[in-house]
């Protein structure tokens, strides 16, 4: 497996700013992905984060609202920008290894107000 | 859309008996995984399968996959009040693209 940190852990922030999450892993990994769950639902995929080139997003998600970065193999960061309350959420990274398995971040916790 | 369904959406029981969660997907699939979540954190990644295997073990983790009935199932024995979470399915739909899909996942409570 892989230990996968995620900063911040939760974070309450203002209608309309913007907050950028932050995914360390302590290997080397191809695949990244960002992942949302919304309250009270399953997971949702929102786009690989591909190194040293643009993230594949998935439908109904947009760039300019969920930037990703991607600047080595161990490192990613989602933005979560102009929020509104329906942003709230949980948003966890993942990452492929050995195989097929996926294997998750801790979550970072946003509440928008 | 998802393409997962799991069954039941909740599952109370007693300490020490078994515990079954079902699942369903639509299309074909390379993988499916199963995973926990304690109150609304991290997934824990609790077994793979692949589309050629039947059934597989883990500890008190025994999970069988159907490939012509398009369906899982996660069979925990002897639970433990640890068990409770929610229990979440997940499957590569398309090959090669490495994306989960996930099932809606089942409320897990472990009574003591």
């Known amino acids: 497996s892989a230990v996968i940190s995620q900063k911040p852990s939760r974070d309450i922030c203002q209608r309309g700013t913007s907050l950028t999450i932050q995914c360390q892993v302590d290997?080397?990994?191809?695949?990244m992905f960002w992942y949302r769950q919304q309250p009270g639902q399953s997971l949702t995929l929102i786009a690989t984060a591909n190194q040293g080139s643009e993230a594949t997003y998935e439908s109904g998600f947009v760039i300019d609202k969920f930037p990703i970065s991607r600047p080595n193999l161990t490192f990613s960061t989602l933005t979560v920008s102009n929020m509104s309350p329906e942003d709230s959420s949980i948003y966890l990274c993942?990452?492929?290894?050995?195989?097929?398995?996926?294997?998750f971040g801790p979550g970072t916790r946003l509440t928008v107000t | 859309s998802q393409q997962g369904e799991e069954d039941p959406q909740a599952l109370s029981i007693q300490e020490g008996e078994n515990a079954t969660m079902n699942c369903s997907y639509k299309t074909s699939i390379n993988n499916l995984q199963w995973y926990r979540q304690n109150s609304g954190r991290g997934l824990v990644h609790l077994i793979l399968?692949?589309?050629?295997?039947r059934e597989k073990h883990s500890g008190r983790l025994r999970v069988t996959l159907d490939t012509s009935k398009k369906s899982s199932s996660l069979l925990i024995t002897a639970s433990r009040a640890a068990d409770t979470a929610s229990y979440f399915c997940?499957?590569?739909?398309?090959?090669?693209?490495?994306?989960?899909?996930f099932g809606q996942g089942t409320r897990l409570t472990i009574n003591p």
């Open positions: 997940a499957t590569d739909a398309v090959q090669g693209a490495q994306k989960l899909v």
């Open positions: 399968i692949r589309s050629n295997e």
């Open positions: 290997s080397q990994v191809t695949m």
């Open positions: 993942s990452v492929e290894i050995q195989g097929d398995e996926q294997y």
